[in-house]
């Protein structure tokens, strides 16, 4: 597990998120062997209990909230589209709001790869369609980093062990049920948040991850706070969407996604791409493969999105 860390950690020692989860070295826990009873037993198994979550990170959020750092906004609501929306006097593409939803970008998010860079990233894993995808990782020589759903990990340990073991790829978090996160209370998004890093830093050797995606790029200036003051991390999106998620439910067909992937990759190479793809389906997985070449036939650098600025993928 002595792999990939840098001298210093990411984030101060003396921010929140350190004080929530202590690594091994100085806290002196054993984890569990990941896949065991022993292991899974402690987190929930479908959405957090906004009443029964450690007081720790309740304390963390009520300390943001004091301080000013977590924006007083409404939560969203679906309308009947199924849009997250807002009441009429908060605007989605205002500075004060600024919806992921509405393409909205929030000053240190992360939209664009360097010139000439490909992003390697995957949402919604592991599953076992994941097998097939990382043994083709592997076998090309590429990382990338897996935006990982908390309960996907629960109920496909084999997978885990083998994207963050055997690949030593770069583990993400993408909340622990992928709901859209902007219809959530803060008590809520904590959950979503807090057993996700717990489970990631609890299956990783004590590890903390840097980064995470927004389930359907469903963020604002409240839950990107959450996400960054209380639990240090970094929002992940995109710069181009392949749509490759709806392929099992006629959305879209391998021939457009190839179509999409060939000419993004053909295409200018400022900025650099981040694409958003899925290992949820052997359909989605067969998408990436097949368009691999045209990666290197037209120049492009591959790096995991985790590590664009040649950093540690976690915090510590």
């Not at 360097?114 to 590429?142: I, R």
Request: glycine share 8%; charged share 15%; aromatic share 10%.
């Amino acid at each position: 597990l002595n792999k990939r860390l840098p001298a210093a950690w990411h984030h101060r020692e003396d921010h929140p998120v350190h004080s929530l989860f202590r690594r091994e070295s100085t806290d002196g826990v054993q984890y569990a062997e990941v896949g065991s009873p022993t292991w899974s037993a402690p987190y929930p198994t479908h959405s957090p209990d906004p009443s029964n979550l450690p007081q720790a990170w309740v304390d963390a959020l009520d300390a943001a909230v004091s301080a000013g750092k977590i924006p007083d906004i409404p939560q969203s609501t679906m309308d009947a589209a199924g849009n997250p929306t807002y009441p009429k006097s908060f605007n989605p593409t205002s500075d004060e709001v600024c919806s992921g939803t509405y393409k909205c970008r929030i000053d240190g998010d992360i939209w664009d790869a360097p010139d000439g860079v490909v992003g390697a990233c995957f949402d919604d894993g592991p599953l076992p369609y994941s097998t097939k995808l990382y043994e083709f990782l592997q076998e090309q020589g590429v990382h990338a980093t897996h935006f990982m759903i908390g309960v996907n990990i629960i109920n496909n340990a084999d997978e885990f062990v083998m994207a963050f073991e055997t690949n030593e790829d770069d583990i993400a978090v993408h909340t622990w049920t992928h709901p859209y996160m902007t219809t959530l209370s803060n008590l809520q998004l904590v959950g979503e948040f807090g057993w996700s890093m717990q489970l990631i830093h609890n299956s990783t050797g004590g590890r903390l991850p840097r980064f995470w995606r927004p389930p359907y790029g469903d963020t604002d200036t409240r839950v990107r706070a959450i996400a960054l003051e209380v639990f240090g991390l970094t929002t992940v999106m995109w710069n181009h969407d392949t749509e490759d998620w709806s392929l099992t439910t006629g959305g879209t067909n391998l021939s457009t996604v190839h179509a999409s992937l060939a000419e993004w990759y053909a295409g200018p190479q400022s900025p650099g791409l981040i694409i958003l793809e899925h290992e949820l389906s052997n359909l989605s997985v067969q998408a990436y493969i097949d368009a691999f070449p045209f990666i290197g036939q037209n120049g492009w650098d591959v790096v995991s999105v985790a590590r664009l600025d040649n950093a540690s993928a976690y915090q510590n």
